[in-house]
């Protein structure tokens, strides 16, 4: 039964007096809520991390979860080539193929373009023709067009299908896309189920550890996954709101593996051989994935499918960008259009291969541990350690790690414009004559502008 208003109290009195009361309850609220977060913010993240009401999933059809199983043995142990945002072009895939990668993912494609027809978005659903075992990674919120992306994927050759839900950029969070998708993990669930449920292949997702450090809901998101049909789940060691200034945390990435018996793939920090065996030895995740360690190492799934360290010359690593320089006039002609749609992404692999420097575990195992992020691995074009001088540097190994970004576009162009392997070399060596005192010297003068940016190049899907 309604209460009935006191006589001589009005209705307006009565919703200033609830106006008031609700202000007075916002205003505790407030004052509790701040005092717990000042008090306990562990608290706070376990609080979050508590299981909420059961999401309802819809249960897989047997001939997916068969597809399922299936990926899921392809996946495991392997070191994994990740969904790079720009990188992962048809032909960086197939240099990397070619020296041993087993898996591959596809560069992020937004699933609304796929199914308008969008002629740059449906271009990433090709695969090379020596990919063993290639993922299509789409950007959604809608279930219907997951499902169609999958089925466009499917028609493509693609053996799976990844949600991206760890993209940090703003133009995938704007839209409510990638590492947005963790602000609601039960949304997620039934968008992952959707999909799972009528896709014609396994889908798998990519995730962060959460929004930010104060809002880490990893253990919940794989578990709503894991209920959802997903097939594997690649964990990024990372928050959203870090980005790739601050180093991944594998001990978390690897109690999430323990906690839950969905495959679960590792990522962030994998940077040479020592790092991918450690993470796939310890970690206990199924397999582990790399992405800007791919980008400096292309060879990198080579060593470690031989065991060995491989530490290439300069004269060997203009030979490998010569092969990509291949790959790119084959896929995209080698005429004038070609070399403008090639020049979009060559000079931009720069950006990663001048970052290489021979790190053998001899020298760098031990600082692996202490310094995991790139951005904090070296200051200098030589590396110290292994009795490296700048001036005794051959003057084309100073070149090929020189990151100055005014020379990633003569770097290129002498690559594209060169016959053979030798030629190139003796082009290279001609501009580090003619330029390279001149870039390394814009280089010194905003050291501390390029450190602080050069993770920030890089936005893995």
Request: proline share 5%; aromatic share 6%.
């Amino acid at each position: 039964m309604l209460a009935r208003p006191q006589p001589g109290i009005t209705s307006g009195m009565l919703r200033q007096s609830s106006r008031v009361a609700l202000r007075n309850r916002r205003a505790l609220h407030c004052a509790a809520s701040a005092e717990t977060e000042m008090a306990a913010p562990d608290a706070e993240r376990q609080q979050q991390q508590q299981p909420r009401a059961p999401v309802e999933m819809l249960p897989l059809p047997a001939e997916q979860l068969a597809r399922n199983a299936a990926l899921a043995e392809r996946l495991k142990g392997q070191l994994i080539l990740a969904p790079l945002t720009r990188g992962n072009h048809l032909p960086f895939r197939r240099l990397c193929a070619g020296f041993g990668a087993q898996v591959t993912y596809g560069e992020m494609a937004f699933a609304r373009q796929l199914v308008k027809g969008s002629r740059k978005e449906l271009a990433m659903l090709r695969r090379a023709d020596n990919e063993q075992c290639y993922i299509v990674q789409i950007a959604t919120n809608v279930i219907d067009e997951g499902v169609r992306a999958a089925r466009l994927a499917a028609e493509a050759g693609a053996d799976g299908i990844d949600l991206n839900c760890g993209c940090p950029i703003y133009e995938a969070t704007r839209r409510g896309l990638g590492a947005a998708l963790l602000r609601k993990p039960a949304k997620l669930a039934r968008l992952v189920n959707g999909i799972a449920v009528q896709s014609p292949l396994p889908l798998t997702v990519k995730v962060r550890l959460g929004e930010s450090a104060s809002k880490i809901n990893v253990e919940e998101v794989v578990g709503l996954l894991e209920s959802a049909g997903a097939a594997a789940v690649t964990v990024h060691g990372r928050t959203m709101e870090q980005r790739y200034k601050k180093p991944a945390d594998w001990g978390l990435v690897g109690n999430v593996a323990a906690a839950h018996g969905v495959p679960l793939v590792g990522n962030g920090d994998v940077l040479t051989l020592y790092e991918a065996r450690r993470r796939l030895d310890t970690s206990g995740c199924h397999a582990a994935m790399v992405g800007r360690g791919a980008l400096i190492k292309p060879w990198l799934f080579q060593e470690l499918k031989e065991g060995r360290e491989l530490l290439p010359t300069a004269a060997e690593r203009v030979a490998i960008y010569r092969q990509l320089v291949a790959y790119l006039k084959e896929h995209f002609r080698d005429d004038e259009r070609g070399r403008r749609a090639s020049f979009y992404f060559l000079p931009w692999h720069f950006n990663f291969f001048s970052r290489y420097r021979p790190m053998p575990e001899s020298a760098y195992g031990a600082a692996s541990l202490e310094r995991p992020l790139l951005s904090t691995r070296w200051d200098s074009v030589a590396c110290e350690e292994l009795g490296e001088t700048v001036e005794g540097l051959d003057p084309l190994e100073r070149l090929l790690r020189c990151e100055n970004e005014e020379a990633f576009g003569p770097l290129a162009e002498a690559l594209w414009e060169a016959g053979s392997d030798a030629d190139a070399e003796a082009a290279l060596r001609r501009l580090a004559a003619e330029h390279l005192a001149e870039w390394e010297a814009q280089l010194r003068a905003s050291a501390g502008d390029r450190r602080d940016g050069r993770d920030e190049r890089q936005a893995e899907g």
